[in-house]
């Protein structure tokens, strides 16, 4: 549980005054909160950084998407008066509508909200612990408010305990001392920031993400240089229309739509080259451009993974890199 923080103004050597400043009843809104938070996303946890505001989601908007260190994302949700339980619900929404995002998805949010930046930039810039980042294997919450009802805070710390989940809340109190007029922000979380980054770290033990594994296997032998992959558009989970779409296109331009190389660059971004345009990629982000090709929401990606079968034999990628 969080510790509470109670301030008090010292008037002189003897007396206190207890001083239960809140943000809106000094005058300052919410739009100071997000101002301040925008411009010093530091004071959400040490190794967060913004990546897009008012991001599109299946969900809805989200206020504020982050990433950390380790490429997990951060979902920012802040919370106007007390916040109740139903946030709770809300954002584990926004958490399962961009669990399925990849480097291209939230690369592509980046590119909105910085305009001249790439995750790329991030990578050469060393704001990630590893260049073999695995992007988005966590997806970390935090509700962001000056108040919280005891039933949410039960219910974080319970779901916290039980099964793990990386949620937080933080709350911030704007406090102006009432003789010196002076300001200060106080920030309490919920759930300890040390306690939650070990957490996440144990999370962090799971296997790499595929481009990562793929890169590995070129390494170990299990997979070389040269080797070609074709997407089997039967065992996707795409629907009939793409599907016929899809087979429609080979029919009459070939099938290096749907044809991958291995490219043995020991760089997760580029471990595979897609044949139709001969550039490389992640393995993901190829699934995406395909997606797009066929007008579909990128979380379709995630099962394409799967569906890379081995020119002229019968192993699938995924099973090649397990």
């Known amino acids: 549980m969080g510790t509470e923080i109670k301030v008090w103004d ?24 997000e101002k301040w938070i925008r411009s010093n996303p530091e004071i959400l946890g040490d190794d967060i950084l913004l990546i897009g505001e008012q991001v599109e989601t299946e969900a809805g908007p989200l206020d504020f998407l982050g990433i950390d260190g380790a490429g997990n994302t951060v979902i920012i949700e802040l919370k106007r008066g007390e916040a109740r339980r139903d ?26 909200y910085k305009k001249d930046k790439s995750l790329d930039d991030l990578i050469n810039e060393d704001f990630f612990e590893d260049e073999d980042i695995s992007f988005n294997q966590v997806q970390r919450i935090l509700l962001v408010g000056d108040s919280i009802d005891e039933g949410l805070q039960r219910m974080i710390e319970w779901v916290v305990d039980k099964y793990e ?15 010196h007029k002076d300001q200060l ?27 990562v594994r793929i890169k590995n296997a070129v390494k170990e032998g299990k997979l070389k240089k040269g080797d ?44 595979v080259k897609w044949l139709y345009d001969g550039k490389t990629y992640a393995i993901d982000s190829v699934g995406w451009e395909i997606l797009k090709w066929l007008a579909l929401p990128g979380g379709y990606h995630t099962n394409l993974l799967y569906s890379w079968k081995k020119e002229g034999g019968n192993e699938y990628i995924s099973d090649l890199i397990s």
């Open 87 to 112: 946030a709770l619900a809300q954002a584990i929404d926004y958490a399962s509508a961009i669990s399925s995002w990849g480097y291209e998805e939230l690369d592509e949010v980046y590119k909105k």
């Open 228 to 271: 070609v992959f074709v997407l089997d558009i039967e065992k996707s989970n795409l629907d009939a229309d793409s599907r016929k779409k899809l087979n429609d296109k080979i029919a009459t331009e070939g099938d290096r739509f749907v044809k991958i190389e291995l490219t043995g660059i020991d760089n997760r971004l580029h471990v």
């Open 10 to 33: 010292i008037i002189n050597d003897d007396t206190l005054t207890a001083n239960d400043s809140q943000m809106e009843n000094v005058g300052k809104k919410e739009g100071e909160l």
């Open 185 to 211: 922000l106080a920030r309490t979380m919920i759930i300890p920031e040390e306690e939650e980054q070990e957490k996440i770290r144990k999370k962090q033990g799971k296997r790499p993400d595929f481009s």
């Open 165 to 179: 989940m990386n949620i937080n809340f933080v709350i911030f109190r704007y406090i102006q001392t009432q003789e």
